[in-house]
């Protein structure tokens, strides 16, 4: 198995489903298995208080749709993702060139996001919805 030369993973910045049925995703993950959630516009809903991830979180899957086609439904010839991962790089233009060389799909390359992180994004083999990114808030001085 050959490393990645250019792609050094610092910690798994988030994780969580992609929901088409926010109602569903909110009775399961807050009501049955009891986590407290902070909501965001659109039913983004988030925590960072779960141990094991930096952030736990339900992503609608038309705020995926907007974040990774700037609109707000899944491509019909694009997979639907079930759910996304972000890992937190040390270089995230480095990492996005080694996936672009070895053939990856990029749906998001180094996008600088309005919170302050940085983040590509593109589809695992497994349909999930990978990000590399670099987020300040969640880095330790």
């Known amino acids: 198995m050959q490393e990645f030369e250019r792609i050094k993973v610092l910690f798994v910045a988030g994780f969580g489903p992609i929901v088409r049925d926010k109602i569903a995703g909110r009775n399961l993950y807050g009501e049955t298995f009891n986590i407290s959630f ?7 809903l988030h925590t960072e208080a ?6 736990f979180a339900l992503w609608p899957l038309e705020q995926a749709a907007q974040s990774c ?14 759910a996304w991962l972000e890992f ?5 233009e480095g990492a996005t060139a080694e996936l672009e060389s070895r053939g990856y799909r990029i749906l998001v390359k180094n996008k600088k996001e309005p ?9 695992s083999p497994e ?3 990978v990000g590399l990114t670099i987020t300040p808030s969640m880095r330790h001085p």
């Open 38 to 44: 902070k909501e965001e516009s659109g039913g983004y």
């Open 50 to 55: 779960l141990k094991g991830v930096q952030s």
């Open 69 to 82: 086609f700037g609109k707000d439904s899944w491509p019909d010839d694009t997979p639907v993702p079930q």
């Open 88 to 92: 937190d790089v040390e270089d995230v």
């Open 115 to 123: 919170w302050g992180q940085t983040v590509t994004r593109f589809l």
């Open 127 to 129: 349909g999930l919805l």
